[in-house]
């Protein structure tokens, strides 16, 4: 991969929003499917700034809350209120999936596609588009079609998207589960780079090492339900709940 030390553009740079206001505050969110309840009563209160982790085993709902969180899903009961800008307009977001979405054409327009859903003048999509692809490596694919790419590659590719985006806020859920070590290092320098620009990372994992390599803070889903909320130092030294100190043992708790 590519130097991701600079910025792609301004839009990277500009302080977004209040210092001080948190990033994202969830009051008794909850999700059922028919009548089954898949989260129970999320209230949460995200800090303005870094990388929160969403640890916990499958089918805790670590992907349910952040489809919840980016808006994918409606939820049954509850309420999400996120910062917004000073003017009242929204973040900017953006979300990485674990199986990469991609559309039938090539790299360099999958993320001119997505340049121009977001308003980008179209003057400036192209150079946009293949900055980032530049950024992750991948200038020698841009006429390929996207869904010919290995799934590292996509990857890489739903990254260089994302980052041509310049979003605020990045959800990534579960964005290495099916990548070799070198490409999950990749993913883990490109959420590094992300952060160093000033976008708020909310990603989801069930690796331990990863999250704590990577976490800021962390909250702790189990069966649908929150477990605990701490910065990721105090979760890892002292996990206060039975479970969470299972889950940092190493000990299977599903
Ligand atoms: N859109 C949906 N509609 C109905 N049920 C869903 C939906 N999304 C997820 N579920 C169910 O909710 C539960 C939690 O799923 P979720 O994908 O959030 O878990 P997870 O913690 O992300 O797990 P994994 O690590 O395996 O991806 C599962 O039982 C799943 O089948």
New binding site residues.
């Given amino acids: 991969m590519t130097d991701l030390s600079t910025p792609i553009d301004d839009r990277h740079r500009r302080p977004a929003h209040p210092a001080q206001a948190p990033l994202l505050r969830l009051e008794g969110l909850g ?1 059922a ?2 009548g ?1 309840t ?2 129970h009563d999320v209230s949460l209160t995200l800090p303005p700034r870094g990388r929160t982790l969403i640890l ?10 952040m ?1 919840l969180a980016h808006g994918l ?1 409606a939820p049954s009961s509850g309420r999400i209120h996120w910062q917004t800008h000073s003017s009242g307009r929204p973040l900017r977001q953006a979300m990485v999936f ?1 199986r990469p979405v991609m559309l039938r054409r090539s790299a360099l327009a999958n993320l001119t596609y997505a340049l121009a859903a977001q308003r980008v003048p179209w003057r400036r999509r192209r150079g946009l588009a293949a900055a980032a692809l530049e950024r992750f490596g991948l200038g020698g694919l841009a006429d390929r079609p996207a869904r010919v790419l290995s799934g590292g590659e996509q990857q890489r590719l739903a990254l260089a998207r994302a980052w041509a985006l310049a979003p605020e806020v990045l959800f990534l ?2 964005p290495t ?1 099916a990548l070799d070590p070198a490409s999950i290092r990749e993913v883990e320098a490109a959420v590094l780079a992300f952060h160093g620009q000033g976008t708020h990372v909310l990603m ?1 994992t ?1 690796d331990l090492n990863q999250a704590r390599r990577l976490a800021d803070d962390v909250v702790f ?1 189990h069966e ?1 339900r929150v477990v605990e909320h701490a910065p990721a130092e105090r979760f890892f030294a002292e996990p206060r709940t039975p479970l969470a100190r299972a889950f940092v043992s190493g000990e299977l708790i599903w």
């Fill in positions: 999700f499917h028919r089954r898949l989260l916990g085993p499958n089918g805790a709902g670590k992907s349910l809350l489809r899903l674990q859920d579960e589960s989801s069930h889903l649908g």
